[in-house]
Each structure stands twice: as structure tokens, then as C-alpha cells.
């Protein structure tokens, strides 16, 4: 069973840098065909689609966060991680981790974190 959680400060005050990781267990993030993604879900709102590593690691982001947005990865560590810079308070949200497994013919997130609330406020 493949496993994804998300680690990182649940308060971050506006203009600083949202800073999270996500630690993945019985699956390596090099698989092919898998994308390690980044959701979030601010309150009351539905799911918004962040961005996304590759297995060779190469990104890809929504262009909705006008380039505020990065993630990396620590193969060593099997994680992969997200900095959003210049928060404001409607960068809060939920925010989860997940494999998006896209393979010829199949889509599909089959699996994710639990989600780790982080509020923007001073």
C-alpha cells in the first residue's frame, strides 16, 4: 500500500514563504508513470490543482499561482516538497499530496495524503 503525508508548519504569516513536504512510503517516487502532485482545498471551495513532479523530476505548475510556486524532490529521502512564496490569507487551505498515476489509457489519483491544514494570518 502505497502511502503519501504531508509534514509542515500550520502557520505561515502573509508575504512569508509556505514551505511543505510529503514523505512517500512503499513506492518510489522514480516509478514511471507517476506524478507527485499537490492539491489544495481552502474552506468552503473545492479541490485546486497545484502543480506536479515527474518521475525524472522535471515540474509543472498551475498558472493561477503566477509563478509563486515550486516543488522539488529528495530522492534519498523519497519525498517530494512545496514552497509557495508570498502568502496571503487566501492561501489558506488544506492541503494535500498525491499520486497522480498516468500511464497510456489510464489516469488516475490513487493515492493520497491525509491533508495538512495551513493557515495564512499574522
Known amino acids: 500500500q502505497v502511502q503519501l503525508q504531508e509534514s509542515g508548519p500550520g502557520l505561515v504569516k502573509p508575504s512569508q514563504t509556505l514551505s511543505l513536504t510529503c514523505t512517500v512510503s512503499s513506492a518510489s517516487i522514480t516509478t514511471r508513470w507517476c506524478y507527485w502532485t499537490w492539491i489544495r482545498q481552502p474552506p468552503g471551495k473545492g479541490l485546486e490543482w497545484l502543480g506536479a513532479?515527474?518521475?525524472?523530476?522535471?515540474?509543472i505548475y498551475s498558472p493561477s499561482l503566477k509563478n509563486r510556486a515550486t516543488i522539488t524532490r529528495d530522492t534519498s529521502r523519497n519525498q517530494f516538497s512545496l514552497q509557495l512564496s508570498s502568502v496571503t490569507p487566501e492561501d489558506t487551505a488544506v492541503y494535500f499530496c498525491a499520486r497522480n498515476f498516468l500511464a497510456p489509457g489510464i489516469e488516475k489519483y490513487d493515492f493520497w495524503g491525509q491533508g495538512t491544514q495551513v493557515t495564512v494570518s499574522s
Open positions: 513532479i515527474d518521475n525524472h523530476g522535471g515540474a
